[in-house]
Structure formats: structure tokens, C-alpha cells
């Protein structure tokens, strides 16, 4: 069933059953100006996350709510923050 706030409901399935995460596959499907493609690859002025600590990834994770984090290990977390 489509929702409301997702524009075009195949883009983002797909997306989804790729790995894509929600926030990022709705701001995919949503984007109606440009190339889908080119949405995708926006913003990235972070360094990569295997360039920062384990107190900084374990921070991230917790300002996104990810579960278990305290458990994770390093790639763990990075994998989790990636995913999410």
C-alpha cells in the first residue's frame, strides 16, 4: 500500500531491497528535480567512518538511536551506522 509522504512507491521498494536506508530511499523516490542517481550521492562532506573513533561512531549511533551500540565493535558500528 502506497503512504503518503513517499512520491513514487517502486523507486523506493527497490531501493530498500537494495539496502538503502529509509530516510535515504524516501529522499530518493521523493526527489523530483535532477537525476535520481545524483540525489543519492548528495551531501557526503563527512570524512569516512573508518578515519574516525570508536567513541566518535559509538556517539553517531547513539544520536541515531541505533540499539546494541554499546556491544558493537568498531566495524560493527560503522556497518550499523551504513544500514541504517
Do not use: C, F, W
Not at 27 to 42: H, L, P, V, W
Not at 62 to 77: F, P, T, Y
Amino acid at each position: 500500500m502506497p503512504r503518503a509522504q513517499i512520491k513514487d512507491e517502486k523507486t523506493y521498494q527497490a531501493l530498500r531491497r537494495e539496502g538503502a536506508g529509509k530516510e535515504k530511499a524516501a529522499r530518493i523516490a521523493n526527489d523530483s528535480g535532477g537525476s535520481r542517481s545524483a540525489t543519492g550521492r548528495k551531501g557526503g562532506k563527512a570524512g569516512a567512518y573508518e578515519d574516525r573513533s570508536k567513541d566518535d561512531l559509538y556517539s553517531e549511533a547513539k544520536k541515531v538511536g541505533i540499539e546494541g551500540r554499546s556491544k558493537m565493535s568498531k566495524s560493527q558500528l560503522i556497518d550499523a551506522l551504513r544500514h541504517r
